[in-house]
């Protein structure tokens, strides 16, 4: 025979646990990923997470091609029509970083939460890039990092529209000039590198000058000395261009 003592306390736990009902169900839908945790779409990509956070774990799978994580770090959406891979190292900040990129087998999206996606392709091995806000033409600053085993494809998105420019790498080699379309969208060709800072950059055309003999000068030597002087400003920016003279 239970007591009234006992029916009274019985009551009041009762009673607190249906208050803590909300909070106990938010931290029963919190599955705890532990660095290095893969999670895999069925048909597409598998997301490794790069350090230790807290995840929604109802519904991580819009698709069978997307893994769709809201974390304790950041909400993160991975999308890809094959069975493609990446290491996401941090998902919010100034930089979104990732490691370990499997895109050989097709396009692999990637979509933080305060970011425009960014798609990569083909041999690239790792990304890091920003907010499209802080990735803009002629700036002077590094827009994305990237390393790739050989040829791919970085795809940036909701750049300024109609906007032609000049990719290049920090130890100046350049990737060619492009041209955003007109939602913003341009997909930049990339080779073999590691850790390859790139600037987009407005490349201006070279500009002459102290020509010798003077322009429109006849020349009477034998064996002139031909000269002339040639300033292109691109070449103290980052990145820098190619000039040919031909005197």
Do not use: C
Not at 38 to 44: L, Q
Not at 49 to 63: L, P, T
Not at 93 to 103: E, F, H, Y
Not at 117 to 129: K, L, R
Request: no cysteine.
């Amino acid at each position: 025979m239970v007591s009234r003592r006992q029916i009274r306390v019985l009551f009041v736990v009762g009673l607190l646990l249906g208050a803590a009902a909300p909070g106990l169900a938010a931290v029963l839908n919190g599955v705890l990923f532990e660095s290095g945790t893969t999670v895999r779409a069925a048909d597409g990509p598998a997301v490794t997470i790069g350090s230790s956070v807290e995840v929604d774990g109802r519904d991580m799978f819009a698709d069978n091609e997307t893994v769709d994580l809201e974390t304790s770090a950041g909400n993160l959406t991975v999308s890809s029509p094959s069975r493609t891979g990446v290491r996401v190292d941090s998902i919010t900040g100034k930089w979104t970083n990732t490691s370990s990129i499997n895109a050989s087998a097709g396009d692999l999206t990637i979509n933080p939460e305060e970011k425009s996606e960014v798609v990569v392709s083909g041999a690239v091995t790792a990304i890091d890039f920003k907010n499209e806000s802080q990735t803009a033409v002629g700036d002077g600053q590094v827009d994305f990092v990237y390393s790739a085993d050989g040829s791919g494809s970085v795809t940036l998105k909701n750049l300024a529209p109609n906007t032609t420019f000049t990719a290049g790498a920090t130890d100046g080699s350049p990737l060619g000039k492009y041209t955003t379309d007109a939602n913003g969208e341009v997909t930049i060709s990339v080779d073999s590198a590691s850790g390859a800072g790139v600037y987009l950059y407005e490349g201006s055309a070279p500009t002459l000058s102290e020509f010798n003999p003077p322009d429109g000068d006849d020349i009477s030597e034998k064996n002139p000395t031909l000269s002339v002087q040639v300033n292109d400003s691109d070449f103290s920016r980052p990145g820098g261009d190619n000039v040919t003279v031909k005197i």
